[in-house]
């Protein structure tokens, strides 16, 4: 029996699960990671493995972007209407890093690692 039933494509899904506009290029890379599976292929049609690992890679690419990303914002008159934009927390990296770990060291991958720039010497 399959994990799901769901007929979202994979690069639909990814995109749906973490708030932020991602860019397909990166979806694109990430799935390249994973063995080239197709952004088209659906949901459906891969494992739990694959669908947590692909979470995981997703959840890694956030945690290393840029803290902020951009929004357009339209405006006519006195009517305003802005979309996109957002912003991550050094905190909120953290636990995407945490949590795409979990996820690399139930099915035995390696961990992601980051070490922080910033040493203290006391003289």
């Not at 991602?22 to 390249?32: R, V």
């Not at 209407?81 to 060291?105: C, F, Q, V």
Request: no cysteine; proline share 2%; hydrophobic share 35%.
């Amino acid at each position: 029996m399959a994990w799901t039933n769901s007929t979202t494509a994979l690069s639909d899904w990814m995109q749906g699960l973490l708030g932020v506009n991602i860019p397909d290029s990166a979806i694109q890379s990430i799935l390249d990671g994973r063995g080239g599976i197709s952004g088209a292929t659906l949901l459906k049609d891969i494992d739990q493995r694959d669908a947590d690992l692909l979470r995981a890679d997703l959840y890694v690419w956030l945690a290393m972007s840029p803290s902020t990303g951009q929004s357009v914002e339209d405006s006519d008159g006195f009517w305003k209407h802005r979309e996109g934009g957002y912003s991550i927390t050094p905190s909120d990296k953290d636990r995407l890093l945490r949590m795409a770990n979990e996820i690399y060291m139930k099915y035995g991958e390696d961990t992601v690692q980051v070490k922080s720039g910033i040493r203290i010497f006391n003289i």
